[in-house]
């Protein structure tokens, strides 16, 4: 149980294009999933928190019209780089959050979508 | 000062040892603690998570949580080369969020 997947799984764009990445929680419904960012050698960032049926909360310094999200289901989150450039090519990470709303609930990630920005 | 410390390692320790990673954490109010596995280039694994303070075991892994002290644990009982990878610990600070705070996370080499 508790599988998480994300889609695509690589993605190589020009510089100027935009970019959507997919995460799904399979076997059980998530009212908030969480996106990461991590560059090479450096441990997970947060980037927002994603809660269906409302609108994302983003940490400090993430550029909410750059990258924007959408939880339209219990299901599924995206997240889409708009006007990708370079230096946004990173290893993009979600995460579901399975529980009922509490501290005990358990952050299950998906297996990742690596950007590269020409 | 990082609300989530680890040693970044590498930390060496011979196939069959145990390996002993520790991670600080500076909020007192944290409630629950969580120890991921990343490989390198894959996306982070739950191992096992702890609430209570003292030692839960899960098969070869044990944490170990020492809310006065500010500090958890997870050891590793008869290490694999397959245990080589960065482990990462996770603290849920509080909210409602249950967001994760994550340290920078300990690179164990299991060597032959």
């Known amino acids: 149980g508790a599988v998480v997947s994300q889609h695509p799984s690589r993605v190589i764009c020009k510089s100027g294009t935009s970019v959507k990445i997919e995460c799904r929680s399979l076997?059980?419904?998530?009212?908030?999933m969480f996106w990461y960012r991590q560059f090479p050698k450096q441990s997970l960032m947060l980037m927002a928190t994603?809660?269906?049926?409302?609108?994302?909360?983003?940490e400090q310094g993430v550029e909410k019209d750059k990258f924007l999200i959408n939880h339209a289901s219990l299901t599924l989150s995206t997240l889409t780089v708009t006007s990708a450039h370079p230096e946004d090519s990173s290893f993009y990470i979600c995460?579901?959050?399975?529980?009922?709303?509490?501290?005990?609930?358990?952050?299950?990630f998906g297996p990742g979508t690596r950007l590269t920005v020409l | 000062q990082k609300e989530v410390e680890q040693n970044s390692g590498p930390l060496s320790v011979p196939e069959g040892a145990i390996a002993s990673l520790n991670c600080t954490y500076s909020?007192?109010?944290?409630?629950?603690f969580f120890w991921y596995r990343q490989y390198s280039g894959k996306s982070p694994e739950l191992i096992m998570f702890?609430?209570?303070?003292g030692d839960k075991e899960d098969g070869r892994f044990t944490a170990q949580l020492n809310k006065a002290s500010q500090y958890v644990s997870l050891l590793i009982r008869d290490s694999q080369p397959s245990d080589s990878a960065t482990y990462l610990c996770?603290?849920?600070?509080?909210?409602?969020?249950?967001?994760?705070?994550f340290g920078t996370g300990t690179r164990l080499q299991v060597t032959l």
């Open positions: 995460s579901a959050r399975a529980g009922t709303g509490g501290w005990t609930d358990t952050q299950y």
């Open positions: 076997d059980f419904q998530a009212t908030t």
């Open positions: 994603s809660n269906e049926g409302s609108k994302a909360t983003y």
């Open positions: 909020d007192r109010g944290s409630q629950s």
């Open positions: 702890i609430y209570s303070n």
């Open positions: 996770a603290v849920n600070m509080g909210g409602t969020a249950s967001k994760l705070t």
